[in-house]
Structures are given as structure tokens and as C-alpha cells.
């Protein structure tokens, strides 16, 4: 199977920045569920806030409230400055909270998370700079450290679902993923209006750990509540891992038409229908997803399928139009060689695919091309499997020279033990 495959948890649940991007799909990512304002309230000055304020370099509320009036127009540096002076004459836990703001604002995570350390000490039920410490070291990259703040703020309010929703975040990040499982089963016992992102989030953990069948039915349970094309896609994945076919089939056939945009759907449904052995359902779905956007590969298993059925024009065509593809792909100020990973909808290992469909057709000039292409790539020019392929190919074309400058460099890649038949035989 092909494109089966989900984005990388690890990079995918990373936190980035102070801010929180939208939360709509939790494999792109999973940032803590932290909320609330920055915690700077103006002081009620008791005439309207008439009075023209006048800082007291020696008054530590004086200058508490000019670090507030600071951050409130955006200048957290100078806001930070007079939250220092400010605890040098009088640590509170307010002013080590509103350091703690202004130095996150900054992307100063450690000293903010010491700031908040310093706030909670002298105020241990301030649940709100509990959750600033673990926001702050979760984007230092010090996910364990975080639990214990995100651990306390629990404590502090363990009815709240939200907060259990943070842990298990964070969890995720530490890589706890069986705590985090449980902790996000309560959660949605809690409150049902998060549900569809918990169970998601549970069955992407149970994926991570290539615990596929477990995988299923959160993924499942998310669909129901929250339907949409890459919930869908995703059950489909962990379906076709778990060695459903049919149910993947039929998630995907809801994906399509929940995203009737998206060529991705019935080419993976073509795929899987000729798994099933159904050949005309398969060619119908690879010709919807051309009508939808022309791809390389559509174009590919139309060629294979016509190929198989002796239709030569059929295959040839198809050959062509994928070969049109992939030198769009490779159009690119940098050096011509280079297969732009930029075209999503031409990847190195489809390239590969029509090397060798166009080897199996006869066409040895452009499956030569696109091997040579690839042998020029970073993560491909040291695989002796594709050398190898390359010796066939010349071989094919009689190509006795060039089929000796392929062995040679298949020999030099592969350890001395491993002995491989290169020219291959037939």
C-alpha cells in the first residue's frame, strides 16, 4: 500500500511558541490546552483611570504597575525591567507571575519557567502560574519536568477537564502514552463536548505505538462524533494496518465524499479495490482522482492495468503523461538533478515506480532518465538497489559499458560480504 501512512507523531504533538494554533487537527498539532489571559489586570485607580500615572522607582507597586503598563502596549523587554526592580524590593507572587508573562512573550522559556517556580513557591495554590511553568518548559523541551507543574494544577482543580486535558498532553510529549490514554478516557467521561479530539488523540497514541486493531475503534469514536475527510483517512490507515480491507474501504469511500476535492481518497480506494481483486472499480476510482488532479501516479496504474490487458496504446499514453508529470516535478532553479520534494504529488518513490513501469513496457531511455535522477538525489545515491536496477535497465539496452559503471558502484555500496549477481542474469 501506498500514502497509508500517518505524519510523524513525534514531530507532529511538538509545542512551538507561546501562541496556541487552532486545535482542528491534533496530527499537526498538539500544543497544551492552557487557557486564560496574560495576567495583568489594569488597577482600578478609583477616578475612572483619569489620574496620570507617575512611576515611584522606589515603590515596588509603583513599579508593578509600570511593568503592566508596559506589556499592556507591547514592549514585554521593558515590562520585564520593571518587574525586576519591582522583586528587588519586594518579591510577591504577582510580580514574579507577570515576569514569568513578559519573559514567555520574549520566548525566554527557561528564566520564564524559574519565574513562575519563584511565584509558586510563595504561593502554591496560583494554579495559573503552575500552568505557565509547564507551558514554558514544554516549549523548552523539558517534558518531564513539566508533569509535576501540570501534576499540581490538577490537584489544585481536579474537577476541571481542561486540566486533565493538559496533563495528558504533556504526557504525550514525555512519550507516557499509557498514562496519557487513561488520563484523556476520563476526561472525555468528564466533558463530552472534547470527545472527538480525545479519542482521536487516543487512537493516534495507540498508532504511534503501532498498536493498530486498539487503534481502531477511538478512531472510530472521533469519526462518529466529529466527522470530517482526515479523521476518516486515518481510520482507514490504522484499517489497513489491522488487515480490515473492508472497512478501509469503506472509510476512505466516506473520506472521499466528505472532500470531494481531494485526489488522494479513490486513488487509495483504487488500491485497495485491486487488493480486492476488482479491477473495473479500481480503474474507475484511479480515473476519478485524475478528474479531480492530474497526478503521476492515476496515471501510473492506468498504464499498469492497460499493460495487463495487452492494451499497448493505453499504456504508453499513460507512461507519457507520467513522465509529463514528473519533469514538472524537476523543473526548478536548482541544479536539474534535484527532485523537488516541494511537488507533493510527485515523490521520489513514485519516480521510482515509473522507472520501472517504463522498464516493463520497453521504454529503457526514460526509465534510464528517471533512475539516473534519482541516483543523483542525497537519500538515494547510496542505495545499491537502485544501481542495480540501473545495470538491468542498461542491460535491456545492451548497454555493456554502461552496465559495468552500475555494477561497480553496486559493489562499492554493498559491505564485501554481501554478494550480489551484478550484471543480473535474464
Known amino acids: 500500500m501506498r500514502r497509508l501512512v500517518l505524519p510523524s507523531l513525534l514531530a507532529a504533538l511538538a509545542v512551538s ?97 524559574e519565574a513562575f517556580e519563584d511565584a509558586v513557591t510563595l504561593e502554591p495554590t496560583k494554579r495559573m502560574s503552575w500552568q505557565r511553568r509547564a507551558r514554558c518548559l514544554l516549549n523548552a523541551g523539558r517534558p518531564n519536568e513539566a508533569l509535576e507543574p501540570l501534576r499540581k494544577a490538577v490537584e489544585l482543580k481536579p474537577d476541571d477537564p481542561a486540566g486533565v486535558r493538559d496533563l495528558a498532553d504533556g504526557l504525550v510529549e514525555a512519550k507516557k502514552d499509557a498514562e496519557a490514554i487513561e488520563l484523556l478516557a476520563k476526561a472525555t467521561a468528564m466533558d463530552a463536548s472534547g470527545a472527538a479530539k480525545d479519542w482521536k488523540l487516543v487512537g493516534e497514541l495507540y498508532a504511534r505505538g503501532e498498536r493498530w486493531p486498539q487503534a481502531v475503534a477511538p478512531l472510530k469514536e472521533s469519526a462518529k462524533l466529529h466527522p470530517d475527510p482526515g479523521i476518516y483517512s486515518e481510520l482507514a490507515d490504522a484499517q489497513v494496518r489491522s488487515g480490515d480491507l473492508d472497512g478501509a474501504l469503506a472509510s476512505f469511500e466516506e473520506a472521499a465524499r466528505l472532500d470531494p476535492k481531494d485526489p488522494l481518497a479513490p486513488e487509495t480506494i483504487g488500491e485497495l479495490k ?59 532553479p536548482q541544479p536539474p538533478t534535484a527532485l523537488a520534494n516541494k511537488d507533493e504529488d510527485t515523490t521520489k518513490l513514485e519516480v521510482r515506480e515509473i522507472a520501472g513501469y517504463a522498464a516493463e513496457i520497453g521504454s529503457f531511455e526514460a526509465s534510464e532518465k528517471l533512475l539516473l535522477v534519482l541516483a543523483e538525489e542525497e537519500d538515494t545515491k547510496k542505495d545499491a538497489t537502485l544501481f542495480l536496477e540501473l545495470a538491468k535497465v542498461r542491460q535491456s539496452k545492451k548497454d555493456a559499458k554502461g552496465v559495468k559503471e552500475a555494477c561497480e558502484k553496486v559493489k562499492a555500496l554493498l559491505p564485501a560480504k554481501d554478494k550480489t549477481a551484478c550484471p543480473p542474469k535474464g
Open 274 to 332: 485491486l487488493k480486492k481483486g476488482d479491477v473495473a472499480g479500481a480503474r474507475t476510482a484511479f480515473e476519478a482522482s485524475l478528474a479531480i488532479k492530474a497526478r503521476s501516479y492515476p496515471h501510473l496504474a492506468l498504464g499498469r492495468l492497460d499493460f495487463k490487458e495487452a492494451k499497448k496504446d493505453g499504456a504508453k499514453a499513460h507512461l507519457d503523461k507520467a513522465l509529463d508529470l514528473v519533469a514538472k516535478a524537476l523543473e526548478t
Open 17 to 113: 511558541g507561546c501562541k496556541e494554533p487552532p486545535p482542528d487537527s491534533l496530527v499537526q498539532a498538539t500544543p497544551l490546552r492552557l487557557g486564560g489571559d496574560g495576567g495583568f489586570v489594569r488597577p482600578n485607580l478609583g477616578d475612572g483611570g483619569s489620574s496620570e500615572f507617575v512611576l515611584d522607582a522606589a515603590d515596588p507597586d509603583s513599579l508593578y504597575r509600570a511593568g503592566q503598563e508596559a506589556f499592556l502596549a507591547g514592549d514585554s523587554a521593558k515590562a520585564a525591567e520593571h518587574f525586576k526592580a519591582s522583586l528587588r524590593l519586594k518579591p510577591s507572587p504577582k510580580t514574579w507571575h507577570a515576569l514569568g508573562d513578559a519573559l514567555m512573550t520574549q520566548g525566554r522559556f527557561g528564566e520564564a519557567a
